[in-house]
């Protein structure tokens, strides 16, 4: 059953509530300890106020929102978060601290400060420059160290799926508007490495990483967040590159995302979601992964980058989504932060939280359902 732009509207307002007004769950008590750790405990994720990858990924949705409105609604609210990380000062550069400069790229002209500009082309730049690199020229994942703002964890020779999201959109991004093609052909080759050592052909899923130093994959899990990065992500890089990406490499990057959809959908579970192991039916179902999933299936279709015979698989994620969706705007059923596991227990004991990216991803899934 299709839910109407009514309903849809409803939960819409609702999770973009409670995501502007997003604080830590009271699940988040010890989160010094390694146990703790393990299962997703890390102080900095919860909550909108910090700068890091999941309140980037938030932001990114309700600018996605604020498109659709064309009313600057949410232009107060931008400001002030900007400002306020401006005033703290911004924590240490990486892959997952560039997600908040992804949706600051569209928001310079309104926010009215030349200072927002000179952050972007200045992280374009570190990324150009001095992020590590692992063989072959991948992005290092390096990451936000645990507890300390201002240091880094390297994750040393290691590449993970979630850097197409967090890091490679904004390169692209600011490459078409800046007319930078170094900039544009590091995206692109980013995204092509990404594939050549996550991408499964046997199923057509992806890996959550790939280590270097191992020559692995890690547990060869096939987590759902990690595919729905790619399956969202790359429409994104896609309807960025227009007519400048070279034919052969589009074709490429859709058969790609096209042999993962088909993967996808033969995995929906009977809810319409998609579980946090998408190959192991007992693990729990998870809403972000999902709604990131079929935001981009959606997308693909209204872009006839895929034919209508995958409107039904949308249309009961989408339906999946909304019933996950509390009476206060909480997106539920969303697991917490998850590094790299060697097991599919590690995936599986990751806990469930209200987090600012699951607001978002479902707020973004929602958008698309819209007519």
Same mark, same amino acid.
């Given at each position: 059953?299709?839910?109407?732009?009514?309903v849809?509207?409803?939960k819409?307002?609702?999770?973009?509530d409670?995501?502007m007004?997003?604080?830590a769950?009271d699940?988040?008590?010890?989160?010094?300890d390694k146990?703790?750790l393990?299962?997703?405990l890390?102080p900095?994720d919860?909550?909108?106020?910090e700068w890091d990858?999941?309140q %980037? /990924?938030? $932001?990114?949705?309700l600018?996605?929102l604020? +498109?659709f409105y064309?009313d600057?609604?949410?232009s107060?609210?931008?400001?002030?978060?900007?400002?306020?990380?401006?005033e703290i000062?911004?924590?240490s550069k990486?892959?997952?601290?560039?997600?908040?400069?992804?949706?600051?790229v569209?928001?310079?002209d309104?926010?009215?400060?030349?200072i927002?500009e000179?952050m972007?082309?200045e992280?374009?730049?570190w990324l150009?420059d001095?992020l590590p690199r692992t063989?072959e020229?991948?992005f290092q994942?390096?990451t936000s160290a645990?507890?300390d703002?201002? %240091? /880094?964890r $390297?994750n040393?020779?290691?590449?993970?799926? +979630?850097?197409?999201f967090?890091?490679?959109?904004?390169?692209?991004?600011m490459?078409?508007k800046?007319?930078?093609?170094?900039w544009?052909?590091e995206?692109?080759?980013?995204?092509?490495?990404?594939?050549k050592?996550?991408y499964e052909?046997?199923?057509g899923?992806?890996y959550h990483g790939?280590?270097?130093n191992e020559?692995?994959n890690?547990?060869g899990v096939?987590?759902c967040?990690?595919?729905?990065?790619?399956?969202?992500?790359?429409?994104?890089?896609?309807?960025?590159?227009?007519s400048t990406?070279?034919a052969?490499v589009k074709?490429?990057?859709l058969?790609?995302f096209k042999?993962?959809?088909?993967a996808l959908v033969k995995?929906?579970?009977p809810?319409?979601?998609?579980?946090?192991?998408?190959?192991?039916p007992?693990?729990?179902e998870?809403?972000?992964?999902?709604?990131a999933?079929?935001?981009?299936i959606l997308?693909a279709?209204k872009l006839?980058?895929l034919d209508?015979?995958?409107?039904?698989?949308?249309?009961k994620?989408i339906e999946?989504?909304?019933k996950?969706?509390?009476t206060?705007g909480?997106v539920?059923?969303?697991?917490?932060?998850t590094?790299m596991?060697y097991?599919a227990?590690?995936y599986k004991n990751i806990?469930?939280?209200?987090?600012a990216?699951?607001q978002?991803?479902?707020?973004t899934?929602l958008c698309?359902a819209?007519?």
């Amino acid at each position: 059953m299709k839910v109407t732009n009514e309903v849809l509207l409803k939960k819409i307002n609702l999770i973009v509530d409670k995501l502007m007004n997003l604080g830590a769950p009271d699940c988040e008590t010890d989160i010094t300890d390694k146990a703790g750790l393990s299962k997703g405990l890390i102080p900095r994720d919860f909550g909108i106020a910090e700068w890091d990858w999941p309140q %980037g /990924v938030g $932001l990114y949705g309700l600018r996605k929102l604020e +498109d659709f409105y064309k009313d600057g609604r949410y232009s107060e609210f931008f400001k002030n978060w900007y400002q306020n990380n401006l005033e703290i000062g911004l924590p240490s550069k990486n892959v997952n601290t560039t997600a908040p400069f992804l949706p600051l790229v569209d928001l310079c002209d309104t926010l009215n400060d030349p200072i927002y500009e000179k952050m972007c082309i200045e992280r374009a730049e570190w990324l150009m420059d001095y992020l590590p690199r692992t063989k072959e020229g991948a992005f290092q994942h390096v990451t936000s160290a645990i507890g300390d703002r201002q %240091g /880094v964890r $390297l994750n040393e020779s290691e590449m993970w799926i +979630d850097t197409i999201f967090m890091t490679v959109l904004f390169l692209n991004k600011m490459g078409h508007k800046y007319n930078r093609q170094d900039w544009i052909s590091e995206a692109t080759h980013q995204v092509l490495i990404h594939i050549k050592y996550l991408y499964e052909k046997k199923t057509g899923l992806f890996y959550h990483g790939w280590s270097f130093n191992e020559n692995s994959n890690f547990g060869g899990v096939f987590w759902c967040r990690g595919n729905s990065w790619f399956t969202f992500g790359i429409i994104d890089f896609l309807e960025m590159s227009k007519s400048t990406l070279d034919a052969g490499v589009k074709k490429i990057l859709l058969d790609t995302f096209k042999a993962q959809v088909n993967a996808l959908v033969k995995l929906q579970a009977p809810s319409g979601l998609w579980n946090t192991v998408l190959t192991d039916p007992t693990s729990y179902e998870e809403v972000s992964g999902s709604a990131a999933i079929v935001t981009g299936i959606l997308k693909a279709i209204k872009l006839g980058l895929l034919d209508e015979s995958y409107q039904i698989y949308a249309d009961k994620a989408i339906e999946a989504i909304c019933k996950n969706i509390d009476t206060d705007g909480t997106v539920l059923n969303v697991s917490a932060g998850t590094g790299m596991g060697y097991d599919a227990d590690h995936y599986k004991n990751i806990i469930i939280a209200p987090m600012a990216y699951g607001q978002s991803l479902a707020l973004t899934a929602l958008c698309e359902a819209l007519v």
